[in-house]
């Protein structure tokens, strides 16, 4: 199939440039070319630099052809996906928009296990505490949206997949590695409330995996499908398995979620500093995707020992407000000075 990616040099949509080109398909790649491109030579690979916020840009990329399948990993705002519906209605086979799992989480009314048809649940009001994932959350309903309503099934026939956190090698969010790094130094971990909250990730290789099955399958056609591990940890759990993998038992010691919120090494404009920190249980229904794509999760104990090789052997920087590991290890002691004299007063 001759196939159009918007970005494929990004964390996950290199991993499915890198599988679409594995599996035969003529690949053109659309970004500005300033982030490091890393992929295989291959006849196949074709690339077009161009800025995603320029019309002209993106007519471009279809002036004098047509593709079978697009792939928009680049949509975060309504706007972009109107500006998507526009050009490429009656250019493209089959648009895949990359979307997210925030598009339930900014409302308190979803179920667990929550499925694809919650996307509409009443909005939470806003929240300050991560300003960012509300945000985020609102506009990737909105690029739905205007997809929903731009869908035609020969014209311009949509799907999704809205992934969760998307872990492994080379993730630019460092998600695990913040917690590899601090594992790895032997010293207690902070977390904020219990850690008892269920999470999923998701393996960056099985996002990818998902992504080709879609083109595979016509049923996905008008379709949105979660993207998801099987597996279901709490932060707890996730910690004590990572510190098996690393061979180091971690000592965790966990703080009110209140005073927590208050520490200053917990507060970034964009919130959610201590990855996992969910605050809620979120966990996805995945029977969709696995009636529909056949979909199956590579296990944690798999994948996690990848990235963990792949931060600790080529990763140079440290992670996530590492250089301010020392207070967080000054507020440990000295909570654990205030829970001892409760302790022997009470
Ligand atoms: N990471 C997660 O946990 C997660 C979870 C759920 C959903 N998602 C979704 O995943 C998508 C991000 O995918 P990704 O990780 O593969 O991408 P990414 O890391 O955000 O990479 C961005 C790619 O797009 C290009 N790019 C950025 N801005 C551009 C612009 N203005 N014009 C043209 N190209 C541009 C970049 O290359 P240049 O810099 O060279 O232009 C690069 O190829 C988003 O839609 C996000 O909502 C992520």
Redesign the pocket.
Known sequence: MKILV???????????VVKLLEGGHQVT???????P?GLPQNPNLKAV??????LG?LQGCVKHTTFDALY?????QPQQSEMAVKVFRGKTGRFI??????VYLISYEVQCPISEDQDKADLMPFWAGNPFGMK?GID?RGCEKVLWQGHHDNTFPVSM???????GPR???Q?DYFWIQRILDGKPLLIGGSGDFAFQQ?Y?ED?ATAFTNLLENPVSVGQAYNVAAEEIFSLNEYLKKMGRLLGREPEIVQVDQDIFDRLTISNHHAGNVFPFNTRRTAVFSLDKIKRDLNNRSTPFAEWMPRTIEWFTKQYRRNSFGYERRKEELDFIQQWREHSLKLQRKW
Do not use: Q, W
């Open positions: 918007l970005g494929g040099t990004g964390f996950i949509s290199r991993s499915l790649i659309f970004n500005r070319g300033k982030s491109n630099v161009g800025d995603r916020e320029r840009d928009d990993f680049l949509a975060y928009h990359c979307s997210t799992i925030s985020y990737k997949l809205r992934p969760t956190f998307v872990s993730d630019p969010a998600r998701v960056v996002v």
